[in-house]
């Protein structure tokens, strides 16, 4: 949209009786509050639990183990070396397991 800057200018006291005016004309409109929604596209975005995911194909770029991190021999997640709280009979346990 092109602005014409030779326009004269609003002032605060305009800007605030236009949007008074407004939503006087709002309130006056009660169907602008109601949304239709519909029901069938709410559900294509929700997976039901148990659904069969075998024909889908995960998108996400897996990399190895680093050398400066550890599986946890409780939890089973890979955690950065600053999360190790202990070693027992060389099991490596994370922070949040002890």
């Known amino acids: ?13 305009d800007i ?8 006087q004309a709002r309130r006056v409109d ?10 069938d596209e709410v559900a294509e975005g929700m997976e ?9 194909e995960l998108a996400v770029r897996v990399l190895p183990r680093q ?3 550890f599986t946890c021999s409780r939890c089973f997640l890979v955690h950065h070396r600053s999360q ?8 490596l346990v994370c922070k949040e397991c002890t």
Do not use: C, F, H, V
């Not at 949209?1 to 006291?13: G, L, V």
């Not at 605030?16 to 939503?23: A, G, I, K, M, P």
């Not at 009660?30 to 029901?39: A, L, Q, R």
């Open 48 to 56: 039901l639990p148990g659904a069969d995911l075998s024909g889908e």
């Open 84 to 91: 190790l709280a202990e070693q027992r009979a060389g099991q």
């Open 67 to 69: 050398s400066d991190e």
């Open 30 to 39: 009660k169907g602008t509050g109601t949304i239709d929604i519909d029901p």
């Open 1 to 13: 949209m092109a602005t014409d800057y030779d326009s004269p200018r609003k002032t605060d006291e």
């Open 16 to 23: 605030n009786e236009d949007s008074l005016q407004e939503l």
